[in-house]
């Protein structure tokens, strides 16, 4: 069973540039997840999908950041204008639905760097 | 609101010697925690969980953690670590809920070193 992908694997932009992150969940996984880790600093959270509906993007920066999750399949991450504080880690994870506790399986993430 | 905290960013150990990485969280209601492993170019990794029961967990690769509830801390250790545990070590807690999904939130992880 394939895991989590996730495209590009290292992208670097310049500030004011608009850069899109792609998921691929494993199939049948309900949950979403897109996780950031910024400068060495903690992973946080940004933002879930329950198929293709948003449950909680508390944790999106600013409204420079848009998620989609067409069809319940996978997911993009848009950010536009990108900023230098954008630069980071950005990790995508994936879980089945249903009730009671489900593991989340990252993927191996997606570095930006905005010059 | 929940935190976790990891004092230690960087532990340096030699090989077959024992290891523990310090985990405490804050959290005004139930938890689940968990440890995750990230080895080099690769994606988070679940190591273990405690979700309830026995405070004692054991994960993969020989690593185990305990559950704290008093001290609000869930250690891990390994009692002898190989050149092959080389990674980053991450903390994390949810909030106990029934929806199958949690918001997980991390410490700012550990990176272990062991040295032949």
């Given at each position: ?7 590009p694997?290292?992208s ?10 792609r998921?691929?969940?494993i199939s049948?996984?309900d949950?979403?997840y ?6 060495g600093?903690?992973i ?8 293709e509906?948003k ?9 420079r ?10 997911s993009t991450l848009?950010?536009?204008?990108a ?12 879980s089945?639905g249903?009730?009671?506790y489900?593991?989340?399986y ?5 570095r930006?760097?905005?010059? | ?8 960013s960087?532990?340096?150990v ?27 170019n690769q ?11 026995s405070?004692?967990v ?6 185990e ?7 609000t801390s869930f250690?891990l250790?390994?009692?002898?670590v190989?050149i ?10 949810s ?12 410490g700012t ?5 062991v040295s032949?």
């Amino acid at each position: 069973e394939a895991g989590v992908t996730q495209f590009p694997s290292h992208s670097v932009i310049e500030k004011g540039q608009t850069v899109t992150l792609r998921c691929d969940p494993i199939s049948g996984h309900d949950n979403l997840y897109w996780y950031r880790r910024v400068m060495g600093k903690e992973i946080k959270f940004l933002l879930h999908f329950v198929k293709e509906s948003k449950q909680d993007e508390s944790g999106m920066p600013n409204n420079r950041f848009l998620a989609e999750r067409t069809g319940g399949t996978y997911s993009t991450l848009k950010v536009q204008p990108a900023e230098l504080e954008d630069s980071g880690v950005y990790f995508c994870a994936s879980s089945q639905g249903g009730t009671g506790y489900r593991e989340q399986y990252f993927g191996p993430g997606t570095r930006l760097t905005v010059t | 609101a929940q935190s976790v905290t990891q004092l230690d960013s960087q532990v340096p150990v030699f090989e077959e010697a024992p290891v523990e990485l310090r985990c405490n969280y804050s959290s005004s209601v139930s938890v689940y925690l968990f440890w995750y492993v990230q080895y080099p170019n690769q994606g988070l990794q679940l190591l273990l969980k405690y979700l309830s029961g026995s405070t004692l967990v054991k994960g993969i690769n020989g690593f185990e953690a305990e559950f704290n509830k008093s001290q609000t801390s869930f250690h891990l250790r390994k009692p002898s670590v190989h050149i092959s545990d080389t990674a980053e070590y991450f903390c994390a807690v949810s909030d106990w809920v029934n929806t199958g999904f949690q918001k997980l939130v991390f410490g700012t992880g550990t990176r272990l070193l062991v040295s032949p």
